[in-house]
């Protein structure tokens, strides 16, 4: 018989509603009843794309054994934490504080009010039993032991969310930045990129977009290397698809080699952008290969018929990880026939394997190099790679396909809207635009009521009020879409959000913003979001909203704000830069010259696209063609198509080409 998840929407909560545990979703009516019966709450958290979620749940949740324990001494409750990353940050916490690390599935015991007293991540089902039976006994012999822990945890809990005064504090500057540099240069792993010494690689697109203009102001050849090798070995690496395009969450070694299979919305949304203005400043090939075969990739396979993002692709099929991505040499053989040695040697398809028997596609050189030590045709080989991609993708749509995890989530729709604006921005690919902006029209028409955003959409309903990374994401997206079509209503839009947002997520003793709305209930506390994560600090990309929304409509309270919250966060800046890299991107923009561009007249869209062909990321456009009343467009309507170049409210010369916009724009 099914459990109560079988009334709910995530695909991650469907997959444990035939469980014989009682699992009840987050809600009043599991905290009710471990109030009235005095029990602990069991909070087991994860996500549908997780693998070692789906091992405990074989191992332990489908235990006919284990499931009475839990549902005897416990009140279970199942979380998504994409669909509750409120929940998640905060017993995330609880678990950093008592064990130095985190993960998921995430396994939290707590006491009727929420207040957590144990926690932990995978579990062993005999493992797990003898912690059930443990805190069920110390509970029911000694609860003011219970009390005791959860009290001193709260406490500790409460208190990583101090954040330094910003009293007395200098300007940012260059040597700050560069003084972080130096901290960040500490950790790289200049021969495989990334950090070094890491048994796990995650690609951290936002530490990687942050050194990249940091290199370019700053000329910084050591910064540059350091970028130059993470893209590269991240590109060769078993991490990317080189089959179908994308990325995968992380790899399981120092290499980029073998990847943990799923593969994240809000990964490949930010490696989009990442990747698209790496190849503006290099015209490296190879990074336009990516953007091009990744944004096809989001469109085939996670893109709605409504124009939404969804979420994730498991890492499993058929019960195996990885069984969907990877090959046997005889298969591959069966496939190409005489191409097959090229082919294989080239991607390091092996007759044994290169991963648990079969193999996973990965490169060590460029296909250029690779011919020539070949002794062939370098076009010709290209061709040859071509095709041999062309039919194992072909072939590959016959397998068993991972589980889709079909959720809508606004702030990864956020990333990837901009992901998708970026390319378009960089490349003037038609199709990367029209993506864009049928999500932009999803994210408008289905998932905003008013100035509200929600979180989550999933078969035509919208639910769970919107979080700070939602508004923030989706802001920076709307500001991007301004960026390029020069629409003002996704200004307009950002806008509305923005005001909400101050509304509603303010704190009183901060200029930084709470991570829930006051139209949410408080569950411990309303945690602060200041350090980047797999995704960038919700704090951040709102005060970088606020910085360019303040230029754009000329707002000085935005521009304030956004210093404000910037000069909270210097001096964690400073000292560990590369968990505050979306700080970074910020703190550029004031330690450098900043420019506001304003292009009137007949020519300003391809005029704003053949700029981009000038890389100087400290920039932001503003533009029309028939004229506006924003304030860097209005009266600066010409008889000739014309580009304003602006720093600091004033402004260089009007010019009447790119080339001398671009040369100004050089001055500093």
């Known amino acids: ?55 405990m749940e074989r191992e332990s949740f489908e235990d006919e054994d284990i499931a009475a324990l839990m549902n005897t001494h416990f009140v279970p409750v199942k979380v998504d934490r994409e669909e509750r990353p409120d929940i998640d940050k905060i017993y995330m916490d609880a678990v950093m504080l008592m064990t130095g690390r985190g993960g998921w599935p995430l396994n939290a015991i707590a006491l009727p009010d929420g207040r957590p007293i144990y926690g932990g991540t995978y579990f062993p089902k005999d493992h797990w039993r003898e912690v059930l039976l443990q805190i069920a006994q110390m509970h029911k ?62 690609p951290l697109p936002m530490n990687n977009l942050y050194l990249l203009r940091a290199a370019f102001l700053s000329g910084d050849a050591r910064i540059e290397e350091a970028v130059s090798v993470t893209l590269e070995k991240m590109a060769y690496g078993g991490i990317y698809d080189h089959l179908g395009g994308g990325f995968a969450r992380y790899s399981v070694d120092a290499y980029w080699k073998v990847p943990h299979f799923e593969k994240m919305l809000y990964d490949n949304g930010q490696l989009v952008s990442l990747y698209a203005e790496a190849w503006q400043r290099t015209g490296r090939e190879r990074y336009r290969r990516v953007v091009y075969d990744t944004m096809d990739f989001v469109a085939r396979e996670l ?8 979420s994730s692709l498991d890492a499993d099929s058929e019960g195996e990880e990885g069984k969907f991505y990877t090959w046997g040499y005889e298969e591959v053989a069966g496939l190409l026939g005489p191409d097959t040695r090229p082919f294989a040697d080239y991607y390091n398809i092996h007759p044994f394997g290169n991963w648990e028997g079969r193999s996973v596609l ?36 016959q397998r068993v396909r991972p589980g889709l995890d079909d959720k809508i989530l606004s702030s990864w729709n956020g990333l990837m809207l901009k992901g998708a604006v970026d390319a378009y921005r960089i490349f003037g690919e038609a199709r990367f635009l029209a993506l864009a902006l049928e999500n932009g029209r999803f994210i408008r028409d289905r998932l905003t009521e008013g100035p509200r955003l929600w979180r989550s959409y999933k078969e035509g309903k919208a639910t769970i009020n919107a979080f700070l990374d939602d508004y923030a994401n989706v802001i920076d997206g709307y500001i991007a879409l301004y ?75 935005y521009r ?109």
Not at 33 to 53: F, M, P, Q, T, V
Not at 370 to 395: H, I, M, Y
Not at 658 to 666: G, K, R, W
Request: charged share 25%; net charge negative.
């Open 362 to 397: 990965f490169v060590l050189e460029e296909e250029d190099e690779f011919a020539e030590r070949w002794k062939q045709e370098p076009e010709a080989f290209r061709a040859l790679l071509a095709r041999g991609r062309a039919t194992l993708l072909e072939a590959r749509t």
């Open 483 to 557: 960026e390029v079509t020069f629409d003002e209503a996704w200004l307009s839009q950002a806008q509305i959000h923005l005001d909400h947002v101050l509304t509603h997520f303010h704190d009183e003793a901060s200029p930084l913003l709470f991570y829930t709305s006051d139209e949410d209930p408080v569950l411990i506390r309303r945690k602060t979001e200041r350090q980047d994560d797999v995704i960038p600090s919700s704090n951040a990309v709102l005060a970088g909203s606020l910085h360019r929304l303040g230029l754009l409509l000329d707002r000085a309270d």
């Open 1 to 55: 018989m099914p459990n109560r998840l079988i009334h709910e929407s995530s695909p991650y909560l469907l997959q444990h509603a035939h469980n014989p545990v009682d699992w009840y979703p987050w809600g009043e009516e599991a905290l009710t009843k471990a109030r009235d019966e005095n029990k602990l709450l069991l909070i087991s958290i994860g996500y549908a794309a997780c693998h070692w979620c789906h091992v």
């Open 141 to 202: 012999q000694s609860p003011e032991r219970s009390e005791q822990y959860a009290g001193n945890l709260t406490q500790a809990m409460q208190e990583m969310d101090v954040a330094t005064p910003a009293t007395g504090h200098s300007p940012i500057s260059r040597e700050m930045l560069a003084e972080a540099a130096a901290i960040w240069m500490e950790q790289i792993d200049f021969k495989w990129g990334g950090r070094d010494s890491s048994a796990n690689k995650f």
């Open 560 to 668: 304030e704000r956004a210093e404000a919250m910037l000069a909270v966060m210097q001096a964690e800046l400073v000292k560990n830069p590369a968990w505050h890299a979306r700080w970074g991107l910020l703190a550029l923009c004031y330690a450098y010259p900043h420019y506001e561009v304003a292009i009137t007249g007949p020519q300003a869209p391809a005029w704003r696209l053949e700029m981009e062909r000038h890389y100087y990321p400290n920039r932001l456009f503003a533009g029309t063609v028939t004229g506006s009343n924003l304030p860097l467009l209005q009266d600066r309507m010409a008889e000739v198509s014309t580009i304003y170049v602006c720093e600091g409210h004033s402004c260089r010369l009007p010019v009447q080409s790119v080339a001398e916009a671009a040369a100004q724009m050089h001055q500093t």
């Open 303 to 310: 893109t709605s018929p409504e124009g939404g993002f969804y």
